[in-house]
T-cell receptor
Framework: EPEVTQTPSHQVTQMGQEVILRCVPI?????FYWYRQILGQKVEFLVS????????KSEIFDDQFSVERPDGSNFTLKIRSTKLEDSAMYFC?????????????FGSGTRLTVV | KNQVEQSPQSLIILEGKNCTLQ??????????LRWYKQDTGRGPVSLTI?????NTKSNGRYTATLDADTKQSSLHITASQLSDSASYIC???????????FGTGTRLKVLA
């Protein structure tokens, strides 16, 4: 079964450093998403991406965050200057379409720890 | 504010027993409601999807119900197995938006 692949599975970074989280969505999917889950809390929407541009973003997704699809297969989330409160599990997801029947497929996540 | 609340927070049952998890939402306008299973350290996996017009949807031992009038949903698990131990998350999508709104989940533990 096709999978969304995320790398690395765990990343530790120092506060103030830039990090890039990588995702390879399912190949025929057109819509891409990033969500995050702070330990013990609910999963929160960050951003959706379609046709090489952001289609929707949450209040969490401020100027510190950016997304990119650099080469037609990877989908990346960059955090410019990490803060302690950015520590969370970051999930990438993709979907074939926007209709209800097209659910998301989530990756296994990248656990980001900011120290 | 669009919110999804779930109960109970956690639940322990014996293998072979049934259980029902609850979800209440205030998301409007409503598009669809999904139940996900999330194993520890893994991404959520979809179990069921229901739109406004559907009030029951089954997927094997999982049966979800939806009452769009009262904005409530339930997930019933029949003949539980040890592998059912996971978090079960209710997720609601509003019309005209890409994003999913997640509940806090119910952590289910099935004991032998």
């Amino acid at each position: 079964e096709p999978e969304v692949t995320q790398t690395p599975s765990h990343q530790v970074t120092q506060m103030g450093q830039e990090v890039i989280l990588r995702c390879v969505p399912i190949s025929n999917h057109l819509y891409f998403y990033w969500y995050r889950q702070i330990l013990g809390q609910k999963v929160e929407f960050l951003v959706s991406f379609y046709n090489n541009e952001i289609s929707e973003k949450s209040e969490i997704f401020d100027d510190q965050f950016s997304v990119e699809r650099p080469d037609g297969s990877n989908f990346t989330l960059k955090i410019r200057s990490t803060k302690l409160e950015d520590s969370a599990m970051y999930f990438c997801a993709s979907s074939e379409g926007q209709e209800v029947d097209y659910g998301y497929t989530f990756g296994s996540g990248t656990r980001l720890t900011v120290v | 504010k669009n919110q999804v609340e779930q109960s109970p927070q956690s639940l322990i049952i014996l293998e072979g027993k049934n259980c029902t998890l609850q979800c209440n939402y205030t998301v409007s306008p409503f598009s669809n409601l999904r139940w996900y299973k999330q194993d520890t350290g893994r991404g959520p996996v979809s179990l069921t999807i229901m739109t406004f017009s559907e009030n029951t949807k089954s997927n094997g031992r999982y049966t979800a119900t939806l009452d769009a009038d009262t904005k409530q949903s339930s997930l019933h698990i029949t003949a539980s197995q040890l592998s059912d131990s996971a978090s079960y998350i209710c997720v609601v999508q509003s019309s005209g938006t890409y994003k999913y709104i997640f509940g806090t989940g119910t952590r289910l533990k099935v004991l032998a």
